[in-house]
């Protein structure tokens, strides 16, 4: 861990990223077979970041119906906002946060994820969700980019195979994020003390 890397529950929000019933349904073709081992754990950091009065800001992704838009090119399917498979997961109760409506794997590009964390004076963001290498690893990447230290939680996050999550890790931890454990996060959080 880089020593002068140490999250703090006053500087920090908790990022849900993707906990939509199109990745975590078993009937869905995108179902993760291990998100469902990450409800628990996420459930547990958003009590945390909400007792804490600390922001948790979940991301919802919608396909843009743009003809330009790559990502209907290159996965063929498209996630409507109007599809049930497109709401965030019950248990995770979206309404003890912000929702933010995405198009693209990155949660800051063409929303205001920048701006609404500027606003509650965030300099840390702890990323959880789906999928560990595409919109978690894109949003990491991208929050660091724009000044955010970024905490990336290994057992918070999934994908379809264990490659995949490992190449984020490997990748992450050399210039983007802190890896941690959510129990790590639940710690720091809890006892306004650092990691």
């Known amino acids: 861990m880089r020593n002068s ?4 529950r006053d500087k920090a929000a908790l990022l849900v990223i ?6 975590i349904d078993k009937s869905s073709d995108a179902y993760v077979p291990d998100s469902e081992k990450l409800i628990s754990k ?3 950091l958003v009590d945390v ?3 804490s009065g600390r922001p948790i800001i979940y991301t919802r992704h919608i396909d843009s119906d743009d003809k330009r838009n790559l990502m209907l090119r290159w996965w063929k399917g ?3 906002e109007a599809d049930p498979m497109s709401q965030i997961i019950e ?3 979206a309404g003890k946060g912000i929702v933010l409506i995405k ?3 990155d949660a800051f590009l063409n929303t205001n994820l920048k701006e609404i964390l500027q606003q509650r004076d965030i300099q840390q963001v702890v990323v959880s969700g789906v999928l560990t290498n595409l919109c978690c690893e894109t949003t990491a990447r991208s929050a660091f980019m724009r000044g955010f230290e970024v905490y990336f939680t290994l057992d918070g996050t999934a994908t379809y195979k264990k490659a995949m999550h490992d190449a984020t890790s490997l990748n992450l931890a050399y210039g983007f994020a802190v890896l941690v454990s959510v129990d790590d996060v639940i710690k720091a959080i809890i006892n306004t003390g650092k990691i």
């Open 18 to 23: 993707d906990m939509q019933r199109y990745f």
């Open 42 to 44: 996420i459930k547990k």
């Open 91 to 93: 248990e995770l109760d």
């Open 49 to 51: 970041f909400m007792k």
């Open 103 to 105: 198009n693209q794997y």
């Open 78 to 80: 498209q996630i409507k």
């Open 5 to 8: 890397f140490q999250l703090s």
